[in-house]
């Protein structure tokens, strides 16, 4: 507990003084997106809850937590917030297929010892929780390169307000492609990083590879990275769209007045 408290202190101390009042808003915005993740687990014990609508909302919650709250609310805000939605609603639909599909829904042999004494007849579809899982896990890397995306390119509209549609929407994809190759990989090291130590275990197990390919955990995580590179790259066409048909609409309609 005590080690939990001086990391946070030293976290908090550097945000602060180097991201000021922003560092400040950021390093508070964690604990809320933490509050919002408790409610939702436990607003998901209730059978009769939706779990996509949940998902979602709570999808929408936390955008707007880490955009609203944190940058404030202007053109930068407001477009990455529509391109983080549009693309949470395509990727959760096409996730609950490819969770049912794969069949990683629920637990694996090497979960399951643990939980052999407890009923797992709760009445929750595990199709969408594994669903509500990986898409919660991408949330965080969608929102972040839809407004890494979308705030240079409001710098260049504004240095250049005569720009086109057309070539703001090229510059918005040169800027996404210069970040996809370190936003995949960073998204891969983050999630396979926590599952070092499962890597390890199959190892003592004598697993084939084989054995680790088709285990259901190791499915749900390969899956889950996929469905993240597959988010970040959905994300900046859509984020550059938008963007350059909002900016440039907006400074359309500034001209006719």
């Not at 949470?88 to 052999?116: C, D, N, P």
């Not at 859509?238 to 007045?257: D, H, M, P």
Request: hydrophobic share 55%.
């Amino acid at each position: 507990m005590n080690t939990l408290i001086l990391l946070s202190a030293i976290l908090f101390i550097l945000m602060t003084l180097i991201g000021g009042k922003k560092g400040v808003r950021s390093f508070l915005a964690i604990f809320f997106n933490f509050s919002v993740l408790i409610v939702i687990i436990f607003i998901m014990n209730d059978p009769d809850v939706n779990l996509i609508i949940l998902t979602l909302v709570a999808c929408t919650i936390i955008s707007c937590i880490n955009l609203f709250y944190i940058n404030g609310f202007n053109s930068k805000t407001k477009t990455a917030f529509i391109s983080t939605i549009i693309t949470t609603s395509i990727l959760l639909f096409f996730i609950v297929i490819i969770t049912e599909k794969a069949m990683i829904q629920g637990f694996g042999e090497e979960e399951i010892t643990e939980l052999s004494m407890f009923s797992l007849y709760i009445g929750i579809d595990f199709v969408k929780i594994a669903s509500s899982v990986i898409i919660m896990s991408t949330i965080g890397a969608i929102t972040d390169t839809a407004i890494a995306i979308s705030s240079p390119m409001r710098e260049i509209h504004y240095h250049h307000p005569l720009i086109s549609r057309k070539d703001l929407f090229a510059s918005g994809l040169s800027i996404g492609r210069d970040i996809l190759g370190t936003s995949t990989n960073t998204l891969f090291f983050a999630f396979f990083g926590g599952y070092l130590g499962l890597l390890i275990w199959f190892k003592i197990l004598s697993y084939s590879l084989g054995e680790i390919v088709n285990s259901k955990i190791f499915s749900a995580e390969m899956i889950t990275i996929l469905c993240a590179g597959i988010a970040v790259t959905m994300v900046i066409p859509i984020t550059s769209w938008i963007t350059a048909f909002f900016l440039v609409g907006e400074q359309k309609r500034k001209t006719f007045k």
